[in-house]
């Protein structure tokens, strides 16, 4: 082995830790380790910057790897794991917020913003306007943007 | 020298801001086109000094200008050149330069262009547009100043994150840039529009160009760069619903529907406070996007550097401008026009749902983007918004929205016939319903979400190439006659036909590549192989190499298809910059058609027998492909339409006065 790839091989030991896929960390029964790593999506590497455990390198990302696995070979349920983690870490290690009431205006927000559109449109529909007839200025003034309409042929389209 | 010119040249274009908003607004107000002239020939005179300026700074970063203290932190004299080029654009204080230069570069195009608008209008929006670059060429000169000298310059710089020494993100800032700051014309039109007290179809029609420009541009910044997250984090996640992420995804929301909502206003004349507040809407986004990037309240990947004053002054900028945006909104929009009636089966109506929709996902987006900021501020816990979350509120909402679309553009103006637009779709909503079926039954894992997905790519399409064959009589009228229409389709219907498809292509990409990809990780030594979803992959060999600026090991990767034929050789590398001392994957992705294989190479470890070996992982991403080849149609169509107003206009001008002399150019001339 040459000097530079040495090199690479100490660079490494610090700074890449395995991913994880690594097969050094796999479980062996497959159907657990799927379950891992959906569950590994749903967690938060602390210490990242916003990267589940499942994308992250990081060597704190490796050890909760370490632990949901572990957890999961020992047949706990996704909620047992879940809830060992937030004991842990708090509720902050989640990626997905709990259906609770802390959470209920994230969780609502979007279908109240759709409601609250839906009710605007429906009152826009069944009041009619005040002024559906239009004005004699306003007719003017109509025609006359009618007419000055090739003039906008600057326009920065 | 050069680079005090280019602060000064910086200094110069704040001053002719300052002139351009103040003679621009007195303009208005005396209803003097000298002043008016003045205004505009500021406006250009702003952007060419800060076009200098900008140039000085890239002078400094392509001789590695130590001296200059941007320089110093972002540069590294053995980068190439391109990155030295742009990494003047890499970090935070040149990119606020860019954004100042795309802000005085709207601006002049407002001046010069701006022609067809009506004298107080004009006045108001490049008045405006003025005191937006105010806001921030002062934030560039006095709080974020590229060009601060070090009095003790060191001999070498400390380098770009060399994740971000890569082309795609190069391009990745100014086209963000450009569609960030386009908006910032639409909030300067629409402050116009509500100082005038008027909103009408011919506002509209200057509201949309500007508008599209901007919504293409983000749509191909955006794309860029999910493209390079693709390709350099090194494990094939292309969107990550990161904060940044969010940040520039949330103008792009609302210039979508702003594109929809104008159209209501310029044929119908309806909705114009509603298209009014979508206008303010956009840029403040922008800037609400530049605050987050750049004030660290929010940890990201893509942060810049934290720096809580310079967060709170953009902070400032940001409730200031929006805030007397909107007041100004207010206290004016109760009293304009509410425009034409519709019946609730209606274009119209069926504008409106895209922009409820639409409205209702930006909500989501800002609210899952900002909520833990909030909680915390309000309980003091800390708690994540990851993709699960946006996964289960932002998809379905954009699903209701797609399953809408296509009947959408057959509706009618004011009143229309949902069962005839629902019969001329019967044949996408059949192919749909067979892409659905032939998907359960075919691939494996078996998928319902899956299925869904991709029916609903295919009724995105079939059903937008339905508006054009109804259009053009497809096999109801004669060929003649199928053609001469054909031809006569104006640009705009086929941008709206592009972007329509490509945003169903891009779903098809989108819940394929999500749903079936593949990944194998194995340690390999040389002469070993791994295998994924059919595919061999081989290492042959690993050797050292030696980059500009960095070392690297580079794999030599074997690939066999699964009929047994070699498919491609494949390079991927582990690349370590000895300047900031990080390392990273260069992967080697292999085009399978539409799929591609993408191969990373890890870590080297010691093997069983002593030997070295390294950790490989192949991924299968089927249909990766369309992911970005559908928002770059997307962004096709937004130019194709773009080009369709020009085009319309300069015929009507012909056609109106055939053999009429060019009118005398305005006052203040165009840009160059």
């Known amino acids: ?157 | 020298m050069i680079v005090e010119i280019g602060a000064f040249a910086l200094i110069l274009s704040l001053i002719l801001s300052v002139l351009q908003t103040g003679a621009s607004a007195l303009a208005r107000v005396r209803r003097a086109p000298v002043l008016a002239a003045v205004g505009e020939g500021a406006a250009i005179a702003a952007f060419f000094a800060l076009a200098v300026s900008f140039a000085a700074l890239i002078y400094a970063f392509v001789v590695s200008d130590f001296s200059v203290a941007n320089v110093a932190t972002n540069s590294h004299s053995a980068k190439p050149l391109l990155y030295r080029v742009g990494g003047a654009w890499g970090s935070h204080e040149g990119s606020m330069l860019m954004w100042c230069l795309a802000l005085t570069g709207f601006g002049a195009l407002l001046a010069g262009y701006g022609r067809g608008l009506s004298a107080g209008l004009k006045a108001v929006a490049v008045a405006t547009q003025g005191s937006l670059g105010i806001a921030f060429l002062a934030y560039t000169v006095f709080a974020s100043n590229p060009f601060w000298r070090l009095t003790d310059p060191p001999v070498e710089g400390r380098s770009l994150n060399p994740l971000l020494q890569d082309p795609a993100l190069i391009l990745h800032p100014p086209f963000l840039y450009v569609g960030y700051v386009g908006l910032s014309v639409v909030f300067s039109l629409a402050i116009a529009a509500l100082v005038e007290g008027r909103a009408d179809a011919a506002w509209a029609r200057w509201v949309r160009p500007w508008t599209l420009a901007a919504w293409s541009a983000l749509t191909v910044g955006i794309t860029l760069g999910a493209f390079w997250a693709y390709y350099e984090l090194g494990w094939g996640g292309w969107w990550f619903w990161d904060p940044v992420e969010n940040a520039s995804f949330m103008p792009w929301l609302i210039a979508t529907a702003l594109l929809h909502s104008a159209v209501v206003t310029e044929r119908r004349g309806a909705l114009p406070g509603w298209t009014i507040f979508l206008a303010l809407g956009g840029y403040t986004f922008s800037m609400l996007g530049a605050f987050l990037v750049r004030s660290g309240v929010l940890t990201s990947v893509h942060a810049f550097a934290v720096d809580p004053t310079r967060g709170v002054l953009l902070l400032t900028i940001l409730g200031v401008t929006a805030g007397l945006g909107f007041a100004l909104f207010a206290w004016r929009a109760p009293a304009m026009a509410r425009g034409g009636l519709f019946a609730p089966i209606s274009r119209e109506s069926a504008l409106v749902l895209n922009n409820i929709l639409l409205a209702a996902a930006t909500a989501t987006v800002l609210l899952g983007t900002l909520y833990p900021l909030i909680r915390e501020a309000i309980a003091g816990e800390a708690i994540s918004v990851g993709p699960p979350y946006f996964n289960l509120t932002f998809t379905p909402l954009m699903f209701i929205l797609l399953l809408l679309l296509p009947a959408g553009p057959l509706l009618a103006w004011k009143r229309a016939d949902a069962g005839v637009a629902l019969q001329r779709l019967w044949i996408a909503a059949l192919l749909a319903a067979v892409a659905a079926v032939a998907t359960l039954a075919l691939a494996q894992p078996r998928s319902l979400f899956g299925a869904a997905g991709l029916a609903l790519g295919v009724w995105l399409i079939v059903g937008s190439a339905t508006e054009v064959a109804e259009r053009i009589r497809l096999f109801r009228a004669p060929r003649g006659e199928v053609l001469r229409r054909l031809g006569g389709l104006p640009r705009g219907t086929w941008g709206m036909t592009l972007a329509h498809a490509g945003l169903g292509i891009f779903v098809l990409g989108a819940v394929f590549e999500t749903t079936w990809k593949a990944e194998t990780s194995e340690v390999l030594a040389i002469g070993q192989r791994l295998e994924v979803a059919g595919y061999v992959v081989a290492l042959e060999d690993v050797a050292p190499v030696q980059g500009p600026n960095y070392e690297a090991e580079q794999a030599t990767l074997r690939a066999f298809a699964p009929d047994g034929t070699l498919a491609c050789m494949a390079r991927p590398e582990r690349r370590l910059y000895s300047a900031g001392g990080q390392t990273t994957s260069e992967v080697a992705i292999c085009t399978r058609g539409l799929s591609h294989l993408y191969m990373v190479l890890g870590e080297r470890r010691v093997g069983a027998d002593g030997g070295p070996v390294w950790l490989v992982t192949g991924y299968w991403n089927p249909w990766a492909l369309l992911i970005f080849l559908g928002p770059g149609l997307m962004a096709l169509g937004g130019v194709v339409s773009l080009s369709d107003r020009r085009l319309r206009l300069a015929a009507g001008r012909r056609a109106a006065q055939p053999a009429a002399p060019e009118r005398a150019p305005e006052p203040a001339g165009e840009p160059a």
């Open chain 1, 1 to 157: 082995m040459n000097g530079l790839g040495r090199w690479l091989v100490v660079a490494c030991a610090v700074l890449c830790l395995g991913a994880a896929s690594d097969p050094s960390e796999r479980l062996a029964d497959p159907a657990q380790e799927a379950r891992a790593r959906a569950l590994f999506k749903e967690v938060r590497c602390l210490v990242c910057q916003n990267e589940s455990i499942d994308a992250s390198n990081a060597e704190l990302a490796q050890d909760l790897r370490a632990i949901v696995r572990q957890e999961v070979a020992q047949g706990r349920s996704d909620v047992e794991v879940r809830r060992f983690l937030t004991d842990r870490y708090g509720e902050y290690v989640l990626l997905k917020p709990r259906f609770s009431w802390a959470n209920a205006a994230l969780w609502l927000a979007p279908l109240l913003v759709v409601l609250a559109g839906a009710g605007l449109l429906i009152s826009r529909l069944r009041t009619p306007p005040a002024e559906a007839e239009l004005t004699q200025a306003e007719i003017s003034a109509l025609s006359r943007l009618a007419d000055d309409r090739p003039e906008d042929r600057g326009s920065a389209s």
